[in-house]
């Protein structure tokens, strides 16, 4: 049986050996990795304006700037998943 408490705000808190798991990250990353020209991965996390931007840098430059979800899959992956969560999920963080 697994120990939850619960915080003052009333949000349960899981035991500390569980490790905390993103829901988003591993699939936020491959779309970036292998179809981030399309801008999946912004639409995905829900960024609406920046996949549409990311999609017009595409079509301007022929495609060079799909470099940018790329390397942003590389990155998401590198992150610890609360890291993912705080940065991408919670706080908004649209680029890099």
């Known amino acids: 049986m697994e120990n939850y408490g619960y915080t003052k705000d009333g949000n349960t808190q899981q035991q500390n050996n569980i490790p905390y798991k993103s829901e988003k990250k591993i699939p936020a990353a491959l779309l970036g990795l292998l179809v ?3 801008a999946l991965n912004k639409f995905y996390l829900g960024y609406t304006k920046e996949g549409v931007i ?3 840098l595409n079509v301007v ?3 060079v700037a799909s470099i940018i979800p790329f390397i942003e899959g590389i990155i998401y992956l590198l992150m610890s998943d609360e890291q993912f969560d705080n940065t ?7 680029w890099l």
């Open 88 to 94: 991408y999920v919670h706080n908004k963080k649209g």
């Open 61 to 63: 430059t022929c495609g």
């Open 36 to 38: 981030g020209w399309l």
């Open 54 to 56: 990311q999609l017009v």
